[in-house]
């Protein structure tokens, strides 16, 4: 899951710096987006770890738990402002 999750990812992201920024800059930006997924890659166990040690539950299944309802929740918030940029988009077309 892991592995087609990151390969789906990697090339999206990609494209996508690639089209933002000017063409002087794609290398330095492909670069710095690059060294930001690797630190975030890095810090992400360190972090979920000191959440679970401030909780006072640092077993596989509360970080799990953890990732889970965050990704919900963040789920959730990314639909409802899906949803409500159609609407403005509807009524401003009317």
């Known amino acids: ?27 330095s930006a492909m670069a710095v987006v690059t060294s930001m997924l ?4 890095f810090l992400s ?6 959440i679970g ?3 006072g539950n640092e077993t596989i299944r509360f970080t799990y738990l953890l990732l889970s309802c965050s990704l919900l929740f963040v789920s959730i918030g990314f639909f409802i402002h899906a949803v409500s ?3 403005q988009y509807v009524s401003m077309k009317q």
């Open 1 to 27: 899951m892991m592995g087609i999750g990151f390969g789906s990812l990697m090339p999206t992201v990609m494209d996508n710096v690639t089209r933002q920024v000017p063409r002087v800059q794609v290398v």
């Open 38 to 41: 690797f630190l975030g890659q």
């Open 45 to 50: 166990p360190i972090i979920l770890d000191g």
């Open 53 to 55: 040690v401030l909780v």
């Open 85 to 87: 940029r159609k609407k």
